[in-house]
């Protein structure tokens, strides 16, 4: 991210360490990491050295009625910084916080309340606060950095690599796809200018397909389609799914309101019914692009991972290799199950879900990946599973 880095020029008898605060403001939590750098050579970029790690659930966004607890949750997080940061470079060590969909999903006003209390306590923190210290990053801007990240993790973004790699991100509150396309049709037959970015690098300049659906993250899009998502009543409302038990019931949290939500006792439930429920949701909103209908090579992360972990398809470390139509099959086999027993974690409706951590965290996916919602293909495709952060210690996601 712009600005992550400050100004390479240093005195000479300063140290070769410096620190960078970065807060990721999720839909479902608050992250916050604080690197350690390595200044290179006077030609060459920082060295990442470590890179420490913590989270609180949940995100800021469930604090719109009360922005003080979002500026609280911030001020607990800044703990981990004091900690691991000397206290003399805390004056030079920027801070930064980029809020994504939780935030999208609120009004501009409720935002803007809540990021102002992060400024608050930026502003009285001793760290460096830049100006642009504090905001919303857009869709489109998380879509290409999180392709960046990919394929320089994954070596595809050096001189001698040919091709890149896609990659699919679904977080809480919205999804995003982007991809390098092969086709020029691709670039051309686009809904709307805005699926287009152009992005340097080092010398080249690539233009990207991307997009991030907001409403169709993991929790928001369950939301829609239990048909809770917007809806009022939530004090005496219970959203029924056929994707749950008949006979499940619970409460479930996101974006700072709670759903009661359960099973249709006296309907059906299973794979078939809940799949129609499901498409009602993105039926008409995801675009397919057509060249995906090749063999393609994407890494999906976030939800991607963390259900296929709980989903028994990949290993929570290694990651691992899938084909899209491997989630259909497991999908099939679990709701089928479910109708008879209690829900599997693949199909969880609590807000605390099962993390599972990895240091590698990725998973391939091989094979088609149209995102056939209308060839009975619910899973926009790809490469599956990358957290965030590739090469760095385990960490919990969770306190
Ligand atoms: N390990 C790890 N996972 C992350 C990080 N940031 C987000 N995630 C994953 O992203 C998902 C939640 O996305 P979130 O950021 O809350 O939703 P968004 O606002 O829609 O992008 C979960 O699967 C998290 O495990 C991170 O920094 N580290």
């Not at 939800?303 to 470390?317: E, K, P, S, W």
Request: hydrophobic fraction near 35%; glycine fraction near 10%; charge should be neutral.
């Amino acid at each position: 991210m712009g600005g992550l880095l400050p100004s390479l020029s240093r005195p000479a008898n300063h140290s070769r360490i410096f620190y960078s605060v970065m807060f990721d403001a999720g839909s479902t939590g608050t992250r916050i990491h604080v690197y350690t750098f390595i200044h290179g050579g006077s030609e060459e970029l920082p060295v990442l050295d470590n890179e420490m790690f913590h989270s609180i659930k949940p995100g800021l966004s469930a604090y719109a009625d009360s922005p003080e607890m979002a500026g609280h949750t911030v001020r607990m997080l800044l703990k981990v910084a004091k900690k691991t940061v000397p206290r003399l470079e805390w004056k030079r060590t920027p801070l930064f916080l980029r809020a994504t969909a939780g935030l999208r999903l609120l009004s501009a006003e409720r935002a803007r309340l809540l990021l102002e209390q992060v400024q608050h306590v930026f502003d009285e923190s001793p760290f460096l606060v830049p100006d642009d210290s504090v905001s919303i990053m857009n869709g489109t801007n998380e879509g290409i950095l999180a392709w960046i990240s990919v394929n320089y993790l994954t070596g595809h973004l050096n001189a001698h690599s040919e091709r890149t790699v896609g990659i699919l991100d679904l977080g809480g509150g919205s999804t995003q796809i982007t991809f390098l396309p092969k086709l020029r049709k691709t670039i051309e037959s686009v809904p709307v200018a805005d699926y287009v970015a152009k992005y340097d690098i080092s010398n080249s300049t690539f233009e990207l397909y991307t997009y991030s659906y907001l409403g169709n993250g993991l929790m928001a899009a369950r939301l829609a389609t239990l048909g809770a998502l917007g809806a009022e009543g939530l004090e005496w409302r219970v959203f029924k799914s056929s994707c749950l038990p008949k006979k499940f019931r619970d409460e479930w949290s996101f974006g700072g309101l709670t759903y009661r939500v359960s099973g249709d006792p006296d309907g059906l439930a299973g794979y078939k019914l809940c799949y129609q429920e499901v498409l009602k949701v993105v039926k008409g909103i995801i675009h397919q692009p057509h060249e995906l209908q090749d063999s393609n090579v994407f890494y999906a992360f976030s939800y991607y991972f963390d259900r296929a972990v709980d989903a028994g398809l990949i290993d929570g470390v290694q990651g691992g290799t899938l084909e899209v139509r491997d989630f259909k099959k497991r999908a099939k086999e679990v709701c089928n199950k479910m109708t008879k027993h209690p829900p599997h974690p693949f199909f969880p409706v609590h807000g605390h879900d099962l993390h599972h951590l990895s240091a590698q965290g990725w998973i391939r996916l091989q094979g088609e990946h149209r995102a056939a919602v209308d060839q009975e293909s619910e899973q926009r495709g790809g490469q599956l599973g990358f957290r965030r952060h590739v090469g760095s210690p385990p960490r919990p996601e969770d306190l």
